[in-house]
């Protein structure tokens, strides 16, 4: 009933305000303020992007503009223009639920910003999960918004800021980003509005993120949030939001498809899915009408070895059948480069009367995943995100899926949703990060989904171990340093502790058709005490060689990733090296056990078997270690699970380094009894009997100074 008389007032507003011509349209006349809410409304929204006047830059729009606005006319949550500026002015809190391709990752945020024109103060901030889609979308909003990115429309990762203070109104950033402006401003008191891009997606930071705006809303009334999901499972977080409140959080439903998409499914189970993946492409591209394949796939590494099979296999197609069918360009999408590539269409320079081509995208869900296909499970995925997936299909026109399953397999064996992140994940990020908000009740925090109280515990017992936290779970002044670097807290420590011992995503590139000479490639910059050491060989010869990627291609290895990691060494740390490369790798070795002691194994038993210290699981080095004659103890960065249990990217280490840098953590006298614990005891009686032997020297020699002192 409110609402309806809020529509009718406005309504009659809009009768009885003053009529502007577009020309008139420009910064200093604030046209836009609605005369009875002093907000905007739609009909000046829609003004604003018709006029000939930029309102942020009071300059003529370009022909550019134009055409982008009429593409963005056509988007299904640009008719939905009105009904979000009603939720948006009645409430706190609005979500935005439609299926990939419908716009509201672009468009959303520029009715918020023209929301607020031309009110300096009205800042929006978009959070959106991962660095490449950031960088793209803003860049792409700003060409939209007919300003040049980094200005009005700005975007803020991990290591890369491209902003204006003072001009800056919409600015996109990373979950990791925002977390750690919240950490040193708890009330983000820069922003009226943020923008949670990819909720769905229920990644750590994300909840985290959403439980501390939750409490925030609590107390800045005029701070408003908006929820943007690539699925329709939005009735969670009404519930989460409405919880004690007065009314619920109104949900804003875009349409679905565009066009209908005819679902097909495999008759029978499929044993290897990339092969059938890659048939399915051939016969697409052979008997399908028009249009590109979207293929998804589970990592990086699949997706390189799929386009070369798919590239190869084609040419082997009869040539009446070539002639006939065009070309099939492969587009690997999981770097920022490739990105790219997708918008810019490698077919578009076709010559007219050529048989027509297609592009064949290979994408994964999160095109900057870490995952090897080689060595982790593969896992379905949810009901909910195979329909987002095949919505993709009915974009543009009629489209069709085609699923690598059977139907009884989409009924019975997939879940509805995917489960969080933060119910399988390590808590010691989000921990450390709650706490630095000043949380004190950690039991009790107001999360989407609660974790185990056991999830829990490891997690205090690890930043504890760490000192990061005391005892009473105070942060401290360690932690607090620890909290403002982007990595996982381990690395955090072993960062920050560097510069005591003075030093401090997958580089190999390995084709299928040439693993052989991509191994003997890797070969030659192994260091067999260490994965780790070896990474560090790689990208020391990589800045010898001036960053060259022709050298790189010619070493198998990943120009993107080693630029990457140079950009994360000039912009967080300086690593400060030593003359003497022995003296580095060891102190390199040293560093790494200040932060993951706990990741630590012993050989035990077989000859190939290790006992991890923390679980008792006995393991393996993994084939691609390359660890030279098994050493007795390990650190390794990765646990993972194949045929067997391995751990993978592992470093020679001392157990006297254990006892001398994480003395707590391996305490003999709390130490569980075994052969781990006789193992460390005999290493502790060496060194101390080292130390009165070296005590006895000492004091003969001090007797023998004496002596010659007093024969002076």
Known sequence: MAGRKNRKKRQQAKQTAPSTSTHELVPDEPVLNDPVHGRIVEDR???????????????????????????????????????????????????????????????????????????????????????????????RVAEEMDVEAGKHVGYATDFEDMLQPGITLLKYMTDDKLLREAMNDPDLTDYSTIILDQVHERTVATDTLIAHIKSLLKRRSDLKLVLLFATLD??????????????????????????????????????????????????????????????????????????????????????????????????????????????????????????SGRNVILATDTEETLAIVDFCLVSPISKSRAGSRSCLAGWQKFGKCFRLYTERDF????????????????????????????????????????????????????????????????????GAIMAEFPVDPRLAKALIVSPEFKCISNVWVRPSDQKNDADQSKRKFTIFESNHLTLLNVYNKYIESGQDEVWCRNHYLSAQVLGEAHTVRTFDVDIVSTCDPNKLYVACRMTLVCGFFMQVARKEGRPDNYLTVKDNQVVALHPSCGVKDRPEWVLFHEFVLTTRLYIRTVTEVSAEWLLEFAPQYFDLETFPSGEMKRALQRVLDKKMSKVIITGKADRRAKRKEKREALNR
């Open 411 to 478: 009924a019975k064996e997939l879940e509805e949703v995917d489960h969080p992140d933060i119910l399988t994940s390590n808590l010691a990020i989000p921990i450390l990060t709650i706490v630095k908000f000043g949380v004190k009740d950690l039991v009790n925090f107001d999360w989407v989904d609660t974790p185990s109280p056991e999830a829990l515990m490891r997690a205090l017992e690890m930043l504890n171990f760490l000192a990061a936290l005391d005892g009473d779970g105070n942060l401290t002044t360690l």
């Open 45 to 139: 929204v829609r003004m604003a992007l018709e006029s000939d006047i930029n309102p942020l830059t009071g300059c003529p729009h370009t022909a550019q503009y134009k055409k982008l606005l009429a593409e963005r006319r056509n988007l299904p949550v640009y008719s939905k223009m009105d009904e979000f500026f009603e939720l948006f002015l009645e409430n706190q809190i609005v979500i935005v639920a439609g299926f990939p391709g419908d716009g509201k990752r672009t468009q959303i945020p520029q009715f918020v910003c023209h929301y607020y024109l031309p009110s300096p103060t009205g800042k929006s901030n978009v959070h959106e999960r991962q660095r490449t889609p950031t960088n793209a979308t803003a860049t």
């Open 234 to 355: 939005a009735l969670k977080f009404q519930k989460y939001f409405s919880a004690g409140a007065r009314i619920m959080s109104p949900i804003l439903r875009i349409p679905d498809c565009r066009y209908p998409v005819e679902i097909f499914y495999t008759q029978e189970p499929q044993l290897d899915y990339l092969d059938a993946a890659i048939r399915t492409v051939g016969m697409i591209h052979l008997k399908e009408e028009s249009g590109d394949i979207l293929v998804f796939l589970t990592g990086p590494e699949e997706i390189d070895d799929a386009c070369e099979r798919i590239e190869r296999e084609f040419k082997e197609f009869s040539n009446g059948s070539r002639d006939a069918c065009g070309p099939l360009v492969c587009i690997p999408w999981h770097s920022s480069q490739q990105w790219r590539r997708v918008l810019d269409d490698p077919l578009a320079s076709q010559t007219v009367g050529e048989p």
